[in-house]
């Protein structure tokens, strides 16, 4: 019998499927995946109960995962510690040792939340003193596992050191030690996967004054249509830092080169510029993706350089896609910051962006253009979201299909148009 080529049952059937239809499979399998790991693990607090030794010869129940899961010793110890904190223990003196964390463990059943999430949840519980009451424990356990069902890891780990300030305010009895003040460093880094960073020791005040910039920059989002910023904190400074970077590199009041304000060259054939193909090369840097090449020439001091088949520069002058000075007021004054639906971002965070492509032959004018954010610049350039000029002159934005099948246009309400 044939099957039914549209509902693909083996892997090497689900190019047949549709986005959509991926991304709901994909999360039905994580909430089965962690459902089967609930089950797991209450099958082994019951051998837990029973007696370890005597239900598998060995000493521990860590042990025992390590020996017949074949694991590492690590993984071994996290489970065995997620099963001694989700589940009763065996009874002292006749009566079972209380789990830890039963609200966790309920959530674990459902499927609702994972590994990852439950480490984070016991590890703040098992700090909390003994001394706190037991329904104060409970009330903090339900705040950890309310956040776990739309949160990862670090924001749980987050609102945990919240939680025990609340119920421990006295905490740990501090380090008398002065900090010390090492003198500053900073390397650039070019690391083997071809990724670029930073290396660098601060003194105290160029600490402080940095992290004062970046920290408001670094706030999560606001929510969109109920979905919060899912970016880690470590992420949200690094598109802090790369705000920052370009902002202080645009002020006129810092110094530039040869007489001029600071610039990029970047390079690429001109068969790759006309047929979006192969890579652009920027100055002080390397190779580049052409997608990566737009994003940098939609609003920047960027010096194009065109060059032949047999590399001769044939044009090299100043951008025309730059916004000028009048075009970012009434832009300003029409998008009142990122037009990205949801978004808060103001307008100093923001890059002029090209709705029809400069690459195709789209032009610098206010029709044409669109305030963005840093992240939604990215996601413009690199996903299946559009972007339009509606008849009332203001932008809005359309979905990708998979995400929203109706194609309802969007707007960002988030900020106030004179």
Known sequence: MASDSTSPTTPTEWWRADT?????????????????????????????????????????????????????????DDRADRVLALYPGPSIGGDPVPPLAPLTAAASAEGAIGGSQIDAIIKT????????????????????????????????????????????????EPRNEDPKDGRPELRFVKHRDGTLGLKGTLDLETYARLKSDLDPMAKPHKAIDGVRDSRTQDERYGDAFTDYVRLKTTSRNLPGQAGEATHILVTMSYDDLINDLGEAHLDLVGPISATDARILACDARVRPGVLGTAGEPLD????KRTVSLAQKYALTLRDGGCAFPGCDMPVPRCTAHHIVFWRHHGETK??????????????????????????????????????????????NTMHLRT
């Open 125 to 172: 519980l098992a700090r909390i003193p003994s001394t706190v009451p037991e329904e104060d424990v409970r009330g903090g356990e339900k705040i950890l596992v309310d956040l776990a069902r739309h949160a990862g890891p670090r924001a749980i780990a987050q609102a945990g050191r919240r939680l025990l300030d609340e119920l421990d305010p006295d905490g740990k």
């Open 20 to 76: 959509a239809t991926l991304h709901a499979r994909k999360q039905e399998l994580e909430v089965l995946k962690r459902q089967l790991d609930a089950e797991q693990n209450a099958i082994l607090a019951e051998i837990n109960i029973r007696g370890v030794r005597g239900c598998s010869g060995h000493s521990t129940l860590a042990s025992m995962i390590y020996e017949d899961f074949r694991v590492t010793a690590k993984e071994a």
């Open 316 to 319: 090299i002058g100043r951008s």
């Open 366 to 411: 206010i029709d044409n253009l669109v305030l963005l954010c840093t992240k939604h610049h990215r996601l413009i350039h690199r996903s299946e979201w559009k972007v339009q000029i509606a008849q009332d002159g203001l932008p809005e934005f359309t979905a990708p299909a998979y995400l929203d099948p109706t194609g309802q246009p969007r707007r």
